[in-house]
């Protein structure tokens, strides 16, 4: 079972801010160095300025984000709203040629507990999970919401846009730079909010993005509990963590793959390197770009294959036995063994080159496959892997038998923005 709360967020005052699309910015986890310098840059009051903060020599980013977010409340430019709300969220997007619409709500989730029903299927890291917990400590609140997919057998999104959404005016509309175009809605009528947490409470929640921060609501509230045991309760907000809730339907639903790029640290023999791809793979050239991506979506519906490009050259990687991985990776499980970054993290990284597929400084990860072709194209050490889209099935399938996907697996498009509501834990 899940439990979801309404709750009083934190909203940007409208009568302050003018535009909206110049204080929003997308998750910190997916913004470069260049995106962070032009959000800081774009207002004074860009939701960046808390979220992930310029380090400056002799200065506590985590501090200077917690002054920065009380002088903001202090000042106005953050409104608490007066009720108890569910925050119902639509964003309008195009891909590939065609434009769809994602439903969901943002509201806070129950965190853990024995009969908890929210599964996670990426491995974490470290680093990750103490920056974000410095953060929290220092600003006592959920700045972004956590990524949530379920089933939502009763279709309560679709029948709460249906019949209390659709036709009426959002409290906040923008348009980010990637021209896709976010609504929200405040839902506090209580027989709808009943609705709501009745209808998903016996719905699984997978995390599709945010699993670093789930981790960190946690710990935080499992450091808070321990620091304040005699006014610690339970019905307490630190038991929950801010989330935003979508459903499987593919009509709005989209998983973008995330491709790699390796950085090698001597010249590659690519004829040698084909010859023992050859060993596991059958190796087919293609010449045209657009051919071969087509190529590569259609192969990926029914069978296991990667794509490759090396000095202006596409290679198409088709798996000739599957029981390749039952060998390499036996102490996996078979929803991972199937996984087509599987194949690429055992066979190639690990087996024929070497390499650790956690490395840091080796590899690079992105959604964008024409990035990492110029950058292929630029150096000679870069190596370009492309891979299909997860399939919704498959992350469910590794989350429900308690095990994780690879790190960088998934990309689930397009993000939630952060800045539009923020839950504000209370004081202890």
């Known amino acids: 079972m899940i439990s979801i709360k309404p709750f009083k967020a934190l909203l940007y005052s409208q009568d302050k801010i003018r535009d909206f699309s110049e204080v929003v910015c997308p998750p910190y986890d997916v913004i470069s160095p260049t995106q962070q310098d032009y959000f800081h840059k774009l207002n004074p009051y860009n939701f960046i300025h808390l979220l992930l903060g310029k380090d400056i020599p002799d200065e506590n980013k985590y501090k200077r984000a917690g002054i920065l977010f009380s002088d903001w409340i202090k000042n106005k430019i953050f409104i608490q709203d007066d009720k108890p709300s569910i925050y119902f969220y639509s964003q309008q997007y195009n891909i590939k040629g065609e434009t769809k619409t994602r439903l969901g709500f943002i509201a806070l989730l129950g965190l853990g507990g024995k009969d908890s029903s929210v599964f996670g299927h990426e491995h974490t890291r470290l680093e990750a999970k103490e920056d974000r917990f410095k953060l929290i400590k220092k600003v006592h609140a959920n700045l972004s919401p956590i990524f949530i997919v379920s089933k939502d057998k009763k279709r309560i999104i679709q029948r709460v846009f249906d019949l209390y959404i659709q036709g009426t005016l959002p409290i906040i509309e923008v348009k980010d730079k990637d021209n896709t175009l976010h609504k929200l809605w405040r839902i506090d009528s209580p027989q709808v909010l009943e609705m709501i947490q009745s209808g998903m409470q016996k719905e699984d929640a997978f995390i599709a993005d945010g699993h670093h921060r789930y981790e960190v609501s946690l710990a935080y509230r499992d450091f808070m509990k321990e620091k304040y045991p005699d006014r610690f309760k339970e019905d307490s907000s630190l038991n929950y963590t801010l989330a935003y809730f979508t459903n499987t339907d593919l009509r709005g639903l989209s998983i973008l793959p995330i491709h790699r790029l390796l950085k090698l640290d001597k010249t590659l023999d690519l004829n040698k390197f084909i010859l023992r791809l050859k060993e596991h793979f059958d190796v087919e050239e293609i010449k045209d770009k657009t051919r071969f991506f087509f190529l590569m979506q259609k192969g990926g519906r029914a069978e296991h294959l990667l794509g490759m490009y090396k000095d202006r050259r596409f ?94 697996s998934t990309y689930f498009y397009p993000k939630v923005l952060s800045g539009l509501v923020i839950n504000k834990h209370e004081e202890l």
């Open 315 to 408: 290679y198409l990687l088709r798996l000739k036995n599957i029981r390749i991985l039952d060998k390499l990776i036996a102490d996996k499980p078979k929803e991972y063994r199937t996984l087509d970054v599987s194949m690429l993290n055992h066979i190639i990284f690990k087996d024929i080159l070497g390499y650790d597929s956690m490395s840091k400084n080796s590899l690079k990860y992105s959604p964008s496959a024409e990035e990492f072709i110029t950058l292929a194209d630029s150096d000679p050490l870069n190596i370009a892997f492309f891979l299909n889209p997860v399939k919704m099935q498959q992350i469910i399938d590794v989350a429900l038998n308690g095990n994780k996907m690879p790190a960088k």
